[in-house]
């Protein structure tokens, strides 16, 4: 096995009395975190923990927990270069429980006056950390994340005196505080929003030559963090044939860089489309790298503002690219924290079916579900698309307990972290908020799918057909969803007409499709993987 090159030492010069133990979660690796703000090396002391719970309380694929491990290990390892003060608690030197645990044996071991820490991520862990210190009597201060473009209150600031928290509306407060893609007080080329020049499909031929992925070569850090993984948590679904995500500041960069110059030009158009074997097409695949603030959302956004101030990208490249960051990244965190913990437990469509057990090993014979599922496995990753109008499509259809899609989302993708994970799948993938999210529920036929993309010319299934034996599932069990919820959506703005459709099906047809059903409901068996 090769060890992680000094990730497993313990702790390296510390003050003899510690005024403040400050801790660095994993999804906090900005070296201009508030954090170091009044940081004293010879008073403060830095504290990091790989801790087991973080891969088990949700089976977190491999790629995931490897791409925590490798950058948390990296970024030790710039503070130790720094000569700063720093307690690090790796998985190869002891198995930690959860942070609840490493935190309380470092508090006796150090006795310090203070916790400082920086807003989590996660509910959950914020949680528990308040415990602990409550429990061993020491004060913790939280600080802001000054990660995030939104200011301290601005989001609730916002949200006063609205029925509805859209996100186009927030999105146009941060762009004109921020200057972003403005002209004075007006949007850059007169619209706010380029969506409708950003639904590009392929021609059959497909999207042609692409510019092969930047993909890393792991160093000694990373391939320790591989070994760790595959000795600990060896039955956690996906796999580490290949691993190359950027784990540090440099490779964040550097990545930052490529999509610009070769991606973001038809990111726009083609945002929305999908194809065979094609998993990452024009995509930029920097969340990762953000949620763990190796990178700054600034410093991407402008990065991409100049390259259309430069003429280097088109206006709707560069604004589509932009809103997810600016405007959906600031708002679903606007949101978390609006709503946390009640959000948790919301189920407006009393969905209650078991997650069915392909989500965990891509074994499924519907094409599209075959691709998207094998690329989460195999890379830990999947674009908005085919977590919305795929996965998160058929889960829906599916009528998918929210906590058991909610776990498999935050386990098997390498940038879900619960503030942004949570409420794009239980917001906008499931409903499960009845609509404070998102105006309807995203939900189509196999139709769409085969628009999009060219999966369905490789499928058993027929995507036009509800009911004969090469029914598409999609299409079959979006009949049933509409049936099922008829009075909440027959006089929906967005949906009355598609119930009216289903009126006028026949009786023979409609029952005709509800055995089709039950014949798909037979067909794939509930997970193995139940978090429940």
């Not at 591989?226 to 044939?241: A, H, K, Q």
């Not at 058993?460 to 069990?477: G, H, Q, R, V, W």
């Amino acid at each position: 096995m090769t060890m992680p090159a000094k990730s497993a030492v313990t702790s390296t010069r510390s003050p003899a009395k510690i005024r403040r133990l400050c801790v660095i979660l994993g999804d906090q690796l900005n070296r201009d975190s508030a954090l170091f703000d009044d940081f004293d090396s010879t008073q403060d002391l830095l504290w990091m923990a790989e801790v087991q719970e973080e891969s088990t309380h949700v089976p977190s694929n491999k790629q995931r927990s490897v791409m925590f491990l490798a950058a948390m290990r990296h970024f030790a390892q710039q503070l130790r270069d720094e000569k700063l003060p720093l307690h690090y608690s790796s998985l190869d030197e002891v198995c930690l429980r959860d942070f609840s645990a490493a935190l309380a044996a470092s508090l006796q071991q150090y006795q310090p006056l203070q916790v400082r820490l920086v807003l989590p991520g996660d509910y959950r862990v914020l949680q528990s950390l308040k415990r602990c210190c409550a429990e061993h009597h020491v004060p913790l201060e939280l600080l802001g994340d000054n990660h995030f473009i939104a200011k301290p209150g601005e989001f609730t600031a916002w949200q006063k005196g609205k029925k509805q928290w859209r996100m186009e509306y927030w999105y146009r407060q941060l762009r004109k505080r921020t200057g972003t893609l403005m002209r004075g007080d007006q949007p850059e080329g007169g619209e706010w929003n380029y969506d409708k020049d950003n639904r590009g499909t392929f021609s059959a031929k497909g999207p042609g030559m692409l510019e092969a992925a930047l993909l890393f070569s792991p160093d000694s850090l990373t391939q320790g963090a591989i070994d760790t993984v595959e000795r600990l948590f060896p039955e956690n679904p996906g796999n580490l044939l290949g691993f190359g995500w950027p784990v540090n500041r440099a490779q964040a960069l550097q990545l930052l860089d490529f999509f610009i110059a070769k991606h973001l030009p038809l990111f726009g158009e083609y945002q929305d489309a999908m194809w065979i074997n094609e998993p990452w097409l024009y995509h930029s695949r920097l969340s990762a790298a953000l949620n763990l603030k190796l990178l700054s959302p600034r410093e991407v956004i402008a990065a991409a503002e100049k390259a259309y101030q430069q003429g280097e990208a088109p206006l709707n490249a560069v604004e589509g690219f932009i809103r997810q960051i600016l405007g959906w990244r600031e708002y679903v965190r606007g949101l978390y924290w609006s709503l946390m913990p009640e959000w948790l437990s919301m189920n407006a469509l009393d969905a209650g079916h078991n997650l069915p057990d392909f989500y965990w090993t891509g074994e499924v014979d519907m094409h599209c579900l075959a691709q998207s599922i094998k690329q989460v496995l195999d890379h830990g990753y999947g674009h908005h698309i085919q977590r919305l109008m795929v996965t998160g499509l058929f889960a829906q259809l599916w009528q998918t307990q929210p906590s058991q899609i909610h776990a498999w989302y935050l386990a098997m993708y390498v940038d879900a972290i619960e503030w942004v994970e949570l409420p794009n799948v239980l917001g906008m993938s499931q409903y499960a908020d009845g609509g404070i999210m998102a105006s309807k529920p995203y939900i189509a036929t196999g139709r769409y799918i085969a628009k999009m993309s060219n999966y369905c010319d490789h499928c058993c299934y027929k995507p036009d057909e509800a009911e004969t034996e090469n029914a598409c599932p999609f299409t079959t069990l979006y009949w049933a969803f509409l049936r099922k919820h008829r009075p909440l959506f027959q006089k929906h703005p967005r949906l009355a007409l598609q119930v009216k459709h289903l009126d006028a099906q026949s009786d023979e047809k409609r029952q005709a499709i509800a055995g089709r059903e039950q014949w798909v409901r037979a067909r794939y068996p509930a997970n193995t993987y139940s978090t429940t």
